[in-house]
């Protein structure tokens, strides 16, 4: 099973800041990763599907890069409806998620 | 567009068997994409339970495999999903989503788009 880690657990941030999180990969899952957005009482959203594809109507603020086994999700300029959790998610054999990342305003 | 709607009971005793409906509307359940359910316990991460293809064919969770059953429905189009034997663990808000999957080697490709609302399941007599 390959276990995904993500970091910072929380970060903290102004609207208007940079906001960098990474996902880590036991092994490597090529380019292969998906991130979630989820607020308090909501249903994930997706964001970015194969490491750097924005979904349907996401933001063009929100990009995701990386490869191998190091991802890096980056909002350019937080906006306030972007404080929430953010997830990674893999399929090796079935799917996993990481623990998530929450952003919340500094 | 593709939405989806979780339903059944919010309250299930110990030992009894969860079981949930995704109504799919605003498209087919026979397109080409796999029908998951994943659940969150209050307060915690995503864990995936199971998928299903529109010809019945499925994939489930090792760690509930034992215990998870997913069916179609492809006349009402929607899917469902029951667990038996469940306990206080199993207290958690479901969700059902649209997946997208693709390979079958090393690498897969796979990502979950859009979500129903989830539904939360408390276990408790």
């Known amino acids: 099973e390959i276990v995904l880690t993500q970091s910072p657990a929380t970060l903290s941030l102004s609207p208007g800041e940079r906001a960098t999180l990474s996902c880590r990969a036991s092994?490597?899952?090529?380019?292969?990763l998906a991130w979630y957005q989820q607020k308090p009482g909501q249903a994930p959203r997706l964001l970015i599907y194969?490491?750097?594809n924005r979904a349907t109507g996401i933001p063009a603020r929100f990009s995701g890069s990386g490869s191998g086994t190091d991802f890096t999700l980056t909002i350019s300029s937080l906006e306030p409806e972007d404080f929430a959790v953010y997830y990674c998610q893999q399929r090796s054999n079935w799917p996993t998620f990481g623990p998530g990342t929450k952003v919340d305003i500094k | 567009q593709v939405q989806l709607q979780e339903s059944g009971p919010g309250l299930v005793k110990p030992s009894g068997t969860l079981s949930l409906t995704c109504a799919v509307s605003?498209?087919?359940?026979?397109?080409?994409?796999?029908w998951s359910w994943v659940r969150q316990p209050p307060g915690k991460g995503l864990e995936w339970i199971g998928e299903i293809y529109h010809s019945g064919s499925t994939n489930y969770n090792p760690s509930l495999k034992s215990r998870v059953t997913i069916s179609v429905d492809k006349s009402k189009n929607q899917f469902s999903l029951k667990l038996s034997s469940v306990t206080a663990a199993d207290t958690a808000v479901y969700y059902c989503?649209?997946?997208?999957?693709?390979?079958?080697?090393?690498?897969?490709?796979?990502?979950?788009?859009?979500w129903g609302q989830g539904t939360l399941v408390t276990v408790s007599s």
């Open positions: 092994q490597s899952v090529s380019s292969y």
């Open positions: 989503a649209r997946g997208y999957y693709y390979g079958s080697g090393s690498y897969r490709r796979n990502w979950f788009d859009p």
């Open positions: 194969d490491a750097s």
């Open positions: 605003g498209g087919s359940i026979s397109s080409s994409n796999w």
